[in-house]
């Protein structure tokens, strides 16, 4: 059996010729369209619904749909990215994978319906418990394009993953606008999540023709991955603790227009993570894996994708924090105003988890799950814990507070994984400096120049917005070409390495 401590066999599919950088570059691109499409389900739908839908509508939502992610999390018991890794993984460990994950679901599909009454009672919302009932059905799909995903997933597929988000996001979207419209109410944001999943699942066993299941269980090809999986596992519940218990506590003690104000927010922020950051995951694990044994390449490889989230996300979120509030009104309209200024506070959290949840793919390739666990653990309770203090003052003392711990808790835990390749926080202060400090710099001088009264500037915020959109991106530009040229070397690498393709 597979320890926590010793890898399993890497068994990926070897790059195509071309080299490694050109599979990932493109499996990057490809994975981050795919993410772009989820921004229309995570942010961009928001301002429609938010035409026909009120903030108790997206704070009820808010309280059914972590449950279900949370049972999410064990349908999968950590086996999909363990068939990833698996050296030629035989008919009945996929077999048995599959079942596995769908006997599960069943399981935890009837528990959900014991639970959703007393669910309803505690949060004093006679509307959870149907909802929560209904999106039930999400689980059992979850379940069967487990197998499927990692398939493609596996064989590097990355476009037909992107091309199966694009589709079920959209059929999704479809489903929640037209009923929104109708006056469904918060069971628009529950029809969008069956069909979305109804739709994935459909075209995952599509494009996964290729995968072998039959009518076979062998509990040995599941206990041969668990010290793996049971730790990645471990790992997914207590980072779905960390990121739902602030819903929980505020959704109690404040209520669920001040939780549909922060769940709004939070979904902003984490658009950028979302895009780059975690679709980095998916593409780093079966690559990584491939060179995990040469510590100087892993080495080089972390700093590289440090690097690069940096690059990316650490400008980007500056500038939501910055234009949070002409952000909020312009696109959700003056009854979402509360969630502008949680929205500013919460974006260096944001940066933080963009470079986590790079690294959770790192930890993977090496096998050391277990560290991943642990450190996991120790962010969850110190962010439940101050959230618990905080939300006794407010929702913005609770914010600042899990800033503030994200932030301390985030520099030990990279620097337990540079040990694990030869590397220190010396190392990485120098990949990261330049887009940091440009990034605090682009995100103070928008806020202090934004409510001037400007001649040469728009008076309409509609028209003002884009403006300064405009000058951060060069705000930022011209830092990284008078500290950090290496930059630009860095992005034509990426993009030759893509059209070399």
């Known amino acids: 059996m597979a320890t926590p401590t010793q890898p399993l066999s890497s068994g990926p599919p070897a790059a195509k010729p071309g080299g490694l950088g050109g599979t990932v570059a493109k499996g990057a691109i490809w994975t981050s369209l795919a993410n772009i499409a989820r921004i229309t389900s995570a942010v961009l739908i928001i301002p429609i619904l938010s035409r026909f839908l009120d903030l108790a509508d997206f704070g009820i939502m808010q309280i059914a749909m972590p449950i279900i992610l949370f049972l999410m999390i064990f349908n999968d018991v950590g086996l999909g990215p363990a068939l990833v890794r698996a050296e030629n993984p035989s008919r009945a460990m996929w077999s ?41 059905i999400a689980l059992i799909l979850n379940c069967l394009s487990i197998v499927p995903g990692a398939r493609l997933q596996r064989d590097l597929k990355f476009k037909q993953m992107t091309i199966v988000e694009v589709v079920s996001i959209s059929c999704g979207i479809a489903a929640a606008v037209v009923t929104a419209i109708q006056g469904a109410g918060a069971w628009a944001l529950v029809y969008q999540q069956v069909a979305m999943f109804f739709v ?60 549909g104000a922060y769940s709004i927010a939070f979904r902003i922020m984490i658009v950028p993570v979302q895009i780059f950051a975690q679709g980095l995951t998916s593409v780093l694990l079966p690559t990584m894996s491939q060179f995990h044994t040469d510590t100087s390449r892993m080495r080089a490889a972390c700093l590289r994708t440090y690097r ?42 944001g940066a933080v988890k963009s470079l986590l949840s790079s690294q959770s793919a790192m930890y993977m390739a090496l ?23 905080g939300i006794q003052f407010g929702l913005i003392t609770a914010v600042q507070i899990y800033v503030a711990v994200l932030l301390l808790v985030s520099l030990p835990s990279m620097k337990a994984l540079l040990r694990l390749v030869d590397g220190t926080l010396l190392g990485l202060g120098r990949a990261l400096w330049a887009p940091l400090v440009i990034s605090l ?53 990426i993009a030759a390495a893509i059209v070399s393709k």
């Open 308 to 349: 690069l989230v940096a690059l990316i996300i650490f400008p980007a979120l500056a500038g939501i924090a910055a234009l949070a509030e002409p952000l909020v009104d312009i696109a959700l309209g003056e009854g979402m105003a509360a969630a502008a200024p949680i929205l500013a506070l919460i974006a260096p959290v």
């Open 367 to 389: 096998g050391r799950a277990d560290v991943l666990f642990k450190w996991a653990t120790i962010e969850a309770v110190l962010i439940s814990v101050g959230f618990a203090i």
């Open 441 to 493: 710099a682009m995100t103070l001088t928008l806020r202090q120049v934004w409510p001037l009264d400007l001649a040469f500037m728009p008076a309409d915020p509609l028209l003002r917005l884009p403006v300064f959109v405009v000058a951060g991106v060069v705000f930022y530009g011209v830092g990284l070409l008078a500290f950090d040229r290496k930059a630009f070397g860095e992005f034509r690498t």
């Open 200 to 259: 994935k699942t459909i075209m995952l066993w599509g494009f996964a023709r290729n995968t072998t299941v039959a009518f076979e269980y062998r509990w040995s090809e599941i206990a041969n991955v668990f010290g793996f999986s049971s730790n990645l596992l471990g790992t997914r519940f207590i980072t779905f603790l960390a990121n739902n218990v602030p819903n929980l506590l505020i959704g109690r003690v404040i209520g669920v227009t001040a939780l």
């Open 96 to 136: 048995s994978v599959l079942w596995t994950n769908l006997g599960l679901g069943l399981i935890m599909t009837c528990g959900l319906f014991a639970i959703s009454g007393p669910l309803a009672d505690f949060f004093r919302e006679p509307e959870v418990e149907p909802i929560t009932q209904a999106l039930s």
